[in-house]
């Protein structure tokens, strides 16, 4: 009887849901349309969000809906076509951040309440401006980048003038240890070879479980509740660990830091403010309590963006048979006419152009974060393109991912690596893409971090195409490949595919072998 009754439940809500929900004209796989199965959780865990993503769009145009009550919109609409009604009021992050945030609450990232995000953010906002990264962290990020290549030389040197080397890891270690420069003031050491305790594999175990979290905020409560209660040793140990942090220079910063009624920062905003450092505390909390999983990874989450960038444009620029090594000899050619002096500082980076458009070209085929950044739909309701009303409370996302390989606005080769676009593009043209370009989001909660990021690929990816010859390793059943064939952004697989990538909110790349040799 109970299981009739269960089952009759069920199916008045998966018939409500699919004809008489708000969201009932909207196309997109039953499951979502029905409740009864979660797209976007099959995503975190199946890691291939950014190309079903893209199917659905091209099955199903550009409103999907991809949750009971959520749509993904695949195309940035003019201003004037979209509209909210009767309010103007900024759209709501959703719960999903919420699995995104720190032990202690939310960070800057992750806050939901736009009014406490507009006092955070104008209160940090001149502690991550380019005069402040420049004078604070630029010697840190150029020293760690010393660092790096005294590796890879050592590398080359060690296996007589060619080395094979996983260089997406590599560029890991560099991006942890620009890390630790920038919170303890002292490399990690992973460069050197000191310290490498699992750190790297445990942080992408942190960060896709907490986006599977993000698509079940029910979950949340229950694995806080199992994090915190780990036992008061524990927590004493991670605090003792936590208190090295105390002098680290970007919290310093943050100390002068103030509110808008000229109040100086109390402990716990300072605390919520310094991504970096609570980023560490928790990767130290994990590490104390020996478990691979807690809560409050927003930093993380974000923080390893430059790394992927990083990795993928070494990919695109040195080429395989996809994409011919003229980019390559264009990029390489462009840096020596340009005579810098490497370390490169951000200014001269600036300056080389073709450079800077594969850049942006590598930004917008492999965006960092693919995954549909969702928000709340405010009083007065969201009117779309397309004349799709959405109701207050509905939820509405936008993958950068999906929207960088439009064709409408990238034109018919949208799929293809070609930096030409960006310098070829007439200007009414080239702010048409530039507003498409949502690789660091768009409006208020635009990445603050923008700067810090490029500044990390700006010093590491010009020298290391500069400095050395390389090529990927080729894929055979003797190779140090892990899989058997590569996977890109795309989700297409080949042996030509130099890495293997995972498409949750991150699109992470394993796998990365190249061969290396000096060049200069
Ligand atoms: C290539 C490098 C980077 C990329 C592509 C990137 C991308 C993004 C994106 C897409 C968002 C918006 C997320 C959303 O709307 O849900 C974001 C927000 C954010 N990013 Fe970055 N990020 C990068 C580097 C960094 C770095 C190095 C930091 C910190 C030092 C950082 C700190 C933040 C913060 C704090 C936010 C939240 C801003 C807010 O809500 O006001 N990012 N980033």
Redesign the pocket.
Known sequence: MLLYLLAFALFSFALYNLLFHPLAGIPGPLGSRTGLWSWKSTRAVKRDMGWKLLELHKKYGTVVRIARNEVSVCERAPKTHLTRPRFKKPLK?TEF?DALRDLDGP???S?LDNKS?TE??RAESAA?SLTKMQSEFEGSVQAACGEFLALLDRRIAAMEGKATLDLGEAIQFFAMDVVGRMVLGKSFGLCAGEDRRGWVPLVERILEMSCFLGTQPFLLPFVRWASRSQGADMMCEADRCSNRFNSDPFREMFMQAKNADGSVFSRDQVRAAV??SSFFEELIRNLTLGRGLTLGT??DL??S??Q??MRAMIRYIVGNVRFPPVIYDKVQAEIESALVVFPLSYEDACKLVYFQACLKET?RLH???PWP?PRTVAAGGLLLSGNHFLAEGTQVSMS?FVVHRQIEAFGSDAGEFRPERWLEADETHLLEMERKL????AG???????N???M??FVVVPVLLWRYRIGFTTRSSEGPHRYRLGRDVDGKVGNDVPYFVTSQWAAVQRDFWCDLASRV
Do not use: D, Q, W
């Open positions: 992050k951040y960070n800057l990232l806050t995000h955070m953010r991550y991504y970096v927003g930093s974000i923080l963006s430059p992927k960038t930004l965006p960092p974060i950044l950068p949502l690789a660091f989001g208020p909660r635009v990445c603050i971090g923008k810090i990021g490029l990390e690929v």
